[in-house]
């Protein structure tokens, strides 16, 4: 459509503006779900030492090559080696060592026998004194039940990369390689600011021509969502005055990214604009988009601003086209935007365009089939919450006959 800005072409302007923030020291349990900033080379083998895998003997698997359990050969046993300590000489040809699961391997032995291989009885917690001989029922190869210097990690090895969201798997790594502390991206700081004279907190009792406000929550869970930390300020009155204050209550809060909805479009009362205008520059954008065709984008105070629609849905879906990859660009995060295809189940009309409808999935014959999930007003809230994805229709498809496939932007995991 004439005078509109394809909306690749406004995400390429946009992120242009941005790049990975600092990076800050973390302990590592805090450092759960956040970026690490640099890749993890390891500094030492694990384990440190061969060890047994089972509560067994340590052995020379070549000494009990002919053991059957008609046949069985005796060792005799010389050693003791609990968990936690170290052996106290060299294993000898015929000799065995009781040892314990995770307790480092003798000198000399090369395999681990299972105790339950052998007439050897204990319990755990069994400290009594060692029997002079063990008889074995069976053979074992060399390495049998052993796990190697470096098994699991060598000196060198490059073990998690930058860039890594760190999991409970990834804290567990950082805490056998003897890291308490890592380097981490700092996570981005979002002032979030609703504006309008028809708004009320969400607690507040119900007044007539006013509605709760929404958006200011639901921006603050997706900027939680995808690792930015929400700093929500009260709501903005249609006042000069007001929002400017608000803006400067915003801007000492010392954001990453000032994030607005309503006050963008042309309406008789938006002064969203005006305010901008005075502390910072701002580009109003008409985008070939729907749901959420106005949107702003530019400076306050030095810091980026995005201006979102006031309508629900529409404020959530630029949320996700355009700020959400910002996002995860000062995060250091790589976007995760999870994109796969559908047919549609009924006729669909556009208005030519790029449109973001909200269905439900299903699989239906071998396919993936999208359902509307009813009006697609963008005040609907609700379509939000029941939908699986957003269909996109792209620019200048106006009609579309059921069983057409389009790309799907998925909004939660599906089956």
Do not use: C
């Not at 509560?55 to 000494?63: K, L, S, T």
């Not at 170290?86 to 391997?105: D, F, N, Q, W, Y």
């Amino acid at each position: 459509m004439a005078n509109l800005l394809n909306v690749d072409q406004a995400l390429e302007q946009i992120l242009n503006n941005f790049d990975r923030l600092a990076s800050e020291t973390s302990d590592i349990l805090d450092a759960l779900g956040r970026v690490i900033a640099d890749d993890i080379v390891a500094e030492t083998n694990v384990p440190p030492f061969p060890n047994s895998s089972m509560d067994g003997f340590a052995v020379r698997a070549q000494d009990i090559q002919v053991a059957t359990q008609d046949k069985p050969t005796s060792l005799k046993i010389t050693m003791d080696i609990p968990a936690g300590t170290s052996p106290s000489g060299v294993l000898k040809p015929g000799e065995a060592a009781r040892i314990m699961t995770g307790a480092p391997m003798p000198e000399g032995a090369d395999s681990v026998l299972p105790v339950e291989d052998t007439d050897a009885k204990w319990t755990p917690g069994d400290n009594s004194l060692l029997p002079e001989q063990v008889a074995v029922f069976r053979s074992i190869k060399t390495g049998d039940y052993v796990r190697p210097l470096g098994e699991d990690i060598r000196v060198g090895q490059k073990i998690i990369s930058a860039g890594t969201v760190l999991r409970a798997e990834e804290i567990g790594v950082l805490a056998v390689l003897g890291r308490p502390r890592v380097f981490v991206t700092r996570q981005p700081r979002i002032a979030i600011l609703s504006t309008g004279d028809e708004l009320i907190e969400i607690d507040a009792p119900s007044q007539s021509g006013k509605i709760r406000d929404s958006n200011s929550y639901a921006l603050a869970a997706l900027v939680t969502t995808y690792g930015g930390i929400p700093l929500r300020i009260p709501i903005a009155r249609d006042t000069i005055a007001d929002v400017r204050g608000r803006f400067r209550e915003a801007l000492n809060q010392k954001p990453d990214i000032i994030l607005s909805s309503a006050g963008v479009s042309v309406g008789a009362f938006d002064v969203v604009r005006t305010v901008i205008d005075e502390l910072g520059e701002v580009d109003f954008w008409r985008i070939n988009l729907r749901p959420g065709k106005p949107l702003a984008f530019g400076q306050v105070g030095g810091i980026p601003f995005f201006g979102l629609p006031g309508n629900p849905v529409s404020a959530m879906v630029t949320f996700d086209i355009f700020v959400r990859p910002a996002l995860l660009r000062l995060g250091g995060r790589a976007d995760n935007a999870r994109i796969t295809s559908a047919i549609i189940a009924e006729d669909l009309r556009s208005d030519g365009r790029r449109s973001y409808l909200r269905v439900r999935l299903s699989r239906e014959n071998g396919h993936l089939v999208a359902h509307l999930t009813g009006t697609q007003s963008s005040g609907a809230l609700t379509s939000m919450a029941t939908a699986d994805g957003l269909l996109i229709v792209p620019e200048d498809v106006t009609h579309a006959a059921a069983g057409t496939e389009f790309n799907v932007r998925l909004l939660r995991d599906i089956q």
